[in-house]
């Protein structure tokens, strides 16, 4: 089923399943709650019950990843270095390491939706050594940040659209 036919069907139900559709999508790598807002809103949705849901979705994608990046910590150790040199060749990866370096986890998180996206700000910073604590609260203030943004923007622009 493609996404706009889903979000379709969604716009005619009740505000719990269009809570849970925006949800889905903010989930998703790389689409996350700056592009679910948006996409709801656009639909019809309520504001605030698309942003709420683009950060529930987005927010509990990004902890799993989290929460699993131990055994991904393990696993970036156990390589070998011929492994490691194909994976400094990912263009993502570079970026992030270079944000964190310079940014630390505040920086990765912040900045990291518009270049690299969320879920994989939060596995380079927990790669690079952060403490996980810092990763959550950060990714936490970062998936609120964006979402309101991208709310408020939205909001902006229709109005200006509608005046």
Known sequence: MELESFLEQLQDSNPFFQFFGVMLVAMIPFLEGYFAVPLGIA????PLLTISAAIVGNWLSVMAVI???DR???????????????????KR???GQK???????????LL??????DHLAALICIASGAPKRSVVLWQT?????????TGILVLLGLSAINA
């Open 67 to 69: 929460l699993a990046s």
């Open 72 to 90: 991904f910590r393990q696993w970036m150790q156990g390589r070998g270095k011929s492994q490691k040199a194909q994976e400094k060749e990912n």
């Open 93 to 95: 990866w570079q970026k």
């Open 99 to 109: 944000m964190f370096h310079k940014y630390g986890v505040p920086g990765v998180s």
């Open 43 to 46: 639909v019809g949705f309520s």
């Open 141 to 149: 203030i970062a998936i609120v940040v964006w979402a309101v943004g």
């Open 112 to 117: 990291g939706p518009l270049l690299i996206g």
